[in-house]
């Protein structure tokens, strides 16, 4: 988790992967851990599976006429299976999750704000960064406000800002976190008012995620993760029978004999299904830990808003009559199962 946060980051403010040993490669590739499109598990074409089956007979009664009896089944019936790779999903965790990583009371726990802090704060990583002439935002602009000396004389002792201090503000002498110079450069422009902006108002511009030094215990994060099958997996079942029963056989009324007949009944039915599976939106919410009665994904950074105590807490949702009745009816996603017959 933490590589995958550290990465993102990485690459927002300017893809510069930190070298700390000195090997003149980076210390982590995206590449290594990235699965689009390598998987081995997708399908060229469609896997197919048929079956079929047909019987056909007659009998004919002795006698005048050649009256005969005849009849004729016929079944088949086909499947087909195909996967198209594995679609991301992008859900926030609360912070409280037993399976965030960045949570304390976490098995796996890790402390990401410690390892992002220690990142930025790398003289080495300051170095690289600096040194790799990569520009972004409103830079230029605010520079040529003559902002940049404003920044330098009230937050930076006198120096004038770079890229680092452009996205991730600094540090002064008595520790106490500076605003980036994006947000200073945005407040002054909209509000001449230093530390008006609303955002970065602690340290960091979100381009420099999470978003200060100094901060410790749990964060609420957004993994980007892939389960197989969902939404991508294609199951089509279609089957047909057909029966058929006659009698044929000559005419033996006088004046008609160079008459014929057949007479006959069929049916036939045809049934198909397909089968697409998908991730249901409201148990996923649920399962990590949200509110599922006000009917926003998972995936969307409004749901931080309305985070449950723990995972599957049904007794405080707010709107029961929102939420689907298997939902309460307590058929839940395997998480919440776990955690069920995990916690004492």
């Given at each position: 988790?933490?590589l995958?946060v550290?990465?993102t980051?990485?690459?927002?403010i300017?893809g510069?992967y930190?070298?700390?040993i000195?090997?003149?490669?980076p210390?982590?590739n995206f590449n290594?851990i990235n699965f ?7 399908s060229?074409s469609?896997e197919?599976?048929?079956?079929a ?8 009664f002795?006698?005048e006429?050649n009256h ?6 016929n079944?088949?019936?086909?499947e ?5 790779g ?6 926030w965790?609360?912070a ?6 960045c949570?304390?009371?976490?098995v ?15 003289p080495a ?24 000396q ?14 680092h201090?452009?996205?991730?503000g600094n540090?002064?002498?008595n520790g106490?976190p500076?605003l980036?110079?994006a947000?200073?450069g ?9 530390g008006?902006?609303?955002f970065d108002s ?9 978003s ?18 969902d939404?991508t997996?294609v ?13 044929k056989?000559?005419?033996?009324f006088?004046?008609?004999?160079d ?8 049916r036939t ?5 397909s ?5 249901r939106?409201?148990?996923l919410s649920?399962a990590?830990?949200?509110?599922p009665?006000?009917g926003i994904g998972a995936?969307s950074?409004?749901?931080?808003d ?6 599957c807490?049904?007794d405080?949702?707010n709107?029961?009559?929102?939420v689907?009745a ?10 919440c199962?776990?955690?069920?017959y995990?916690?004492e």
């Open positions: 988790m933490i995958l550290l990465i980051m990485i690459e927002e300017g510069v930190p070298d700390f000195g090997d003149g490669q210390d982590s290594q689009n499109g390598q998987d081995n598990f997708s060229l469609s197919l599976d048929t079956e089956f047909m019987a056909f007979g007659e009998y004919n002795e006698g006429g005969t009896f005849f009849f004729e089944a079944y088949g019936k086909r087909t299976y195909s996967i198209a594995a679609a991301q999903v992008f859900p965790v609360p409280d999750n037993p399976y965030n990583l949570n304390p009371d976490s796996n726990y890790s402390d990401c704000w410690g390892s992002i802090e220690a990142l930025h704060t790398d990583y300051i170095a690289q960064f600096l040194e790799s002439g990569y520009t972004s935002g409103n830079f230029g602009f605010f520079n040529s406000q003559g902002y940049d404003l920044y330098a004389d009230f937050y930076n002792g006198g120096v004038l800002p770079d890229m201090d452009y996205f991730c540090i002064d002498a106490v500076v980036s110079y947000a200073v945005y407040s002054l422009y909209f509000t001449d008012d230093f008006a902006y609303p602690v340290g960091y511009e979100p381009g420099c995620y999470p200060t030094f100094g901060e410790s215990g749990s964060i609420d994060v957004q993994p980007i993760v892939a389960v197989k099958g939404r997996e199951e089509t079942d279609v089957s047909q029978i057909r029966l058929v029963l006659g009698m056989g000559d005419v033996t006088d004046g008609y004999e008459w014929s007949y057949e007479a006959s009944a069929y039915e045809s049934t198909g299904k089968f697409r599976s998908g991730i939106g409201d148990k649920l990590l830990g949200w509110d009665s006000y995936n950074s409004s749901i931080r309305y985070a449950l105590s723990a995972p807490a049904i405080e949702i709107d029961v009559s929102a689907a298997d939902v309460l009816e307590f058929v839940l996603p395997l998480i199962l776990h955690l069920l995990t916690t």
